[in-house]
């Protein structure tokens, strides 16, 4: 099976590009980064795998152990529990530190690094052989070859800068985000973000004055101004009498 570098190299040598040096760039730069990086990917997967194969199988066979040490002792082979104590040590033993070696140099998260980088550089040059995506406004291949040549620099340099991170002694490492790392490579090479939509704003409900009770005068009782009347006819009558 032929590499990757090995049949884009045809390719490179028919690209219209008047400056000779110019396919040169893009061979020693860009196919020999890929074939490197391929090549760190392929080499990290192996340990990658063989830790991850131990773990999960030491995961599954230790339980499995212990639970036949449970059975009647008559009915076990001689020296069982010597066997199964040794056996469930090692395998104890494997995981823990096939775990260990995994998060000491960060193997999944290289891993990942590594497929990444090679597919971000395999994307890209695609694009730029087929002028499409990002390259699709330029006429010919000498017109994109800058901003071909600056992409590539641009993942190489990102690619270095977390490598170079990954040694630093934090007290807490980040996990890798792999999901992240693929939204903001599609954003590379659909054209940025999706637009978020626009909220409205949120209308107020418009708050009532509160309205006063208006005041009723009081009302005298009925009997009061009766009984008032009949005394005035009362003092009336009175002074009718004195005036007779």
Known sequence: MTSFSQNVSEIVDDLELTRSYDKA???????????????KRNHTKKYYNSFRFIVTFG????PAILSMGQMDPDKLPPNFDQV??????LISLSVTGSNGFLQLFSLDKNYFSYSMVVEQLKTEGWQFFGLS????????????????S???????RKQVEQEFSNGKGDGKK????????????SEEHTGGPAEKPVEKPVEKPVEKPVEKPVEKPVEKP?????????????????DLEKGV
């Open 25 to 39: 760039i893009i061979k020693h730069r860009f196919l020999e980064e890929i074939t490197y990086y391929e090549q």
């Open 59 to 62: 995961s599954i066979l230790l």
């Open 84 to 89: 199964t104590y040794w056996a469930t040590w």
């Open 133 to 148: 995506g990002k390259y699709e406004d330029y006429d010919d291949h000498q017109a994109a070859y800058k901003t071909f």
């Open 150 to 156: 600056k992409s590539i620099e641009s993942i190489k």
């Open 174 to 185: 980040k996990k890798f985000d792999f999901k992240g790392e693929m939204k903001k490579f």
């Open 222 to 238: 009925a009997s009061t101004a009766k009984k008032v009347k009949e005394i005035e006819e009362k003092i009336k009558d009175k």
